[in-house]
T-cell receptor, first 116, second 114 residues
Framework: DTGVSQNPRHKITKRGQNVTFRCDPISEHNRLYWYRQTLGQGPEFLTYFQNEAQLEKSRLLSDRFSAERPKGSFSTLEIQRTEQGDSAMYLC??????????????FGPGTRLTVT | AQTVTQSQPEMSVQEAETVTLSCTYDTSESDYYLFWYKQPPSRQMILVIRQEAYKQQNATENRFSVNFQKAAKSFSLKISDSQLGDAAMYFC???????????WGLGTSLAVNP
């Protein structure tokens, strides 16, 4: 296992369509985070999981967004009825919450979403 | 409020010279960690250096070092002997609390001139 992977890398969709992104964390990492990064901005926290439990969701995560992490492995982020404002880079990161005091997060390459 | 401020949207440096990127933050937490991440164009976020808030000694990683001033809540990054490959967006961030989510600045775009 060489790192965090995300698929697809790029997604172009029409407004109103649903999209789903996948993140595969580093295998021994029990925490998984989703962030959104718009052009010229720093990433913003969306949600995170510890194992399979979703422990926190940002108020940025409207009811059109849903995330899952079945069995505490990979995670999916679904956006329903996409809007042009959803266009962004969606970043996934994973970390350990034991044995790693800094809880540093390792990032995937991101999924760039363009809503036309 | 949890905030990170990077006051320099853009910086440039000559190859082989030294550059310092500024960062200030605000948190009420006592247990937190500070990070500098590098994001090259169209490439993924890479951790450059980390600093434990409880440590007074400034972190160093090869050509990268920090100046951590806890009382001033300042955390600047110094890049020595700048290389062309250092050109990227640099983000300052910290994590704290049980969730350890990262709070980010807006970034500083660093150009390295040959």
């Amino acid at each position: 296992d060489t790192g965090v992977s995300q698929n697809p890398r790029h997604k172009i969709t029409k407004r109103g369509q649903n999209v789903t992104f996948r993140c595969d964390p580093i295998s021994e990492h029990n925490r998984l985070y989703w962030y959104r990064q718009t052009l010229g901005q720093g990433p913003e926290f969306l949600t995170y999981f510890q194992n399979e439990a979703q422990l926190e969701k940002s108020r940025l995560l409207s009811d059109r967004f849903s995330a899952e992490r079945p069995k505490g492995s990979f995670s999916t982020l679904e956006i329903q009825r996409t809007e042009q404002g959803d266009s962004a880079m969606y970043l996934c990161a994973s970390s350990l919450n034991v044995g790693q005091p800094s809880y540093e997060q390792y990032f995937g390459p991101g999924t760039r979403l363009t809503v036309t | 409020a949890q905030t990170v401020t990077q006051s320099q949207p853009e910086m440039s440096v000559q190859e082989a010279e030294t550059v310092t990127l500024s960062c200030t933050y605000d948190t009420s937490e006592s247990d937190y960690y500070l990070f500098w991440y590098k994001q090259p164009p169209s490439r993924q976020m890479i951790l450059v250096i980390r600093q434990e808030a409880y440590k007074q000694q400034n972190a160093t990683e090869n050509r990268f070092s920090v100046n951590f001033q806890k009382a001033a809540k300042s955390f600047s990054l110094k890049i020595s002997d700048s290389q062309l490959g250092d050109a990227a967006m640099y983000f300052c961030a910290y994590n704290a609390g049980n969730n350890r989510k990262l709070i980010w600045g807006l970034g500083t775009s660093l150009a390295v001139n040959p």
